[in-house]
Structures are given as C-alpha cells and as structure tokens.
Nanobody, 128 residues
Framework: QMQLVESGGGSVRPGGSLTLSCQGS????????LAWYRQFPGRERVLDREGVARIDRDDFLKYADSVKGRFTITRDDAKNTLYLQMASLKPEDTAMYYC??????????????????WGRGTQVTVSS
C-alpha cells in the first residue's frame, strides 16, 4: 500500500518561491503516474481538486495553463520522492496542495476520482 506525505508548504509573499516534496513509502513511486493537485478554500470534494502538474510513468509532463512556466514537477526515484518547484507565486496560487499517484500509464487533471493514492496535503498561502 503506497503512502504519500507532503511537506514544504508555508506562507510566502507574491513573487516568492516554494518547493513541495512528497515522500512515498510502502511502494516505489516509479511504478505510478504522479501529479500535484490543489484545492481552493471552501471546496471540500475530491472532485473539486484541480490538477496542476503531472509526470506519467513514461516521464510525460503536463502543466495546467495557470502554472505553466512557473511550476516544475520532478521525480527522484532513488529518494522515492516527488517534487513541485513553484516560482513567481501569486495570491491565486493559495490552496491546499495534494500529491497523487495513479497505478496506470497516465494520470489526468480532470479525473481526480481516478487517483489511486492521495497524500494529506500541505497548505500554500501567498499573501502580502
């Protein structure tokens, strides 16, 4: 059973940077397609989670238009860890960020209910 634990969230001013980490245990993250989702305040359902960045099993990368050029997703299989480097942060990036793994060849932004494993999330707040 894969377990995912996020870290690295916090409060930052607009224009700042953060790097989120997602430590996997119980299985190898290399077997999964992985993604970062975020959930905005006031939205409670898994269906409300918005895909931000994904890296599939074959290393295919995709970013949401809202973060393209600012966020970078990477995976370190040796450390069993997924990362999300976030730069030029904006107040609208404020959300709970979740790590996700799907036991399939791809993971899709618009199908959060297809995710196999979720982390518990880490809060990112961008405010002046």
């Amino acid at each position: 059973q894969m377990q995912l634990v996020e870290s690295g969230g916090g409060s930052v001013r607009p224009g700042g940077s953060l790097t989120l980490s997602c430590q996997g245990s119980g299985d190898s993250i290399g077997r999964y397609s992985l993604a970062w989702y975020r959930q905005f305040p006031g939205r409670e359902r898994v269906l409300d989670r918005e895909g931000v960045a994904r890296i599939d099993r074959d290393d295919f990368l995709k970013y949401a238009d809202s973060v393209k050029g600012r966020f970078t997703i990477t995976r370190d299989d040796a450390k069993n860890t997924l990362y999300l480097q976030m730069a030029s942060l904006k107040p609208e990036d404020t959300a709970m960020y979740y790590c996700a793994a799907r036991d399939a060849s791809a993971i899709y932004f618009h199908e959060p209910t297809w995710v196999t494993f979720w982390g518990r999330g880490t809060q990112v707040t961008v405010s002046s």
